[in-house]
C-alpha cells in the first residue's frame, strides 16, 4: 500500500499530491490518501466515485483517510 500524506501546509491544493499519485499508480495498486482539509477529501471522494472506484473512508480526529484500489 502506497501512502500520500498531504496534512499540514502545502503551497497548493492537496488535491495535487493525491492526483500525481493516482496518474503515477499501477492498476491494482492500493493507495491510501491522507488529509486534513474536508473541502478536498471531499471533492476526492466525489472524483472516484464518479470514476467506479471503490473506497474506504476513516476518520481520526481532523485527519480523513480515504484507501482504494486502482
Known amino acids: 500500500m ?3 500524506n498531504t496534512c499540514g501546509p502545502l503551497p497548493y491544493s492537496p488535491l495535487i499530491p493525491a492526483v500525481i499519485a493516482l496518474c503515477e ?3 491494482g495498486e ?6 486534513d482539509n474536508a473541502g478536498a477529501f471531499n471533492d476526492l471522494k ?3 466515485a464518479e470514476q467506479g472506484i471503490g473506497f474506504r473512508e476513516i476518520y481520526e480526529g481532523e ?3 480515504v484507501q482504494f484500489t486502482k
Open 2 to 4: 502506497k501512502t500520500i
Open 25 to 27: 499508480a499501477r492498476p
Open 30 to 35: 492500493v493507495l491510501e490518501i491522507v488529509m
Open 46 to 48: 466525489e472524483y472516484l
Open 63 to 65: 485527519r480523513m483517510t
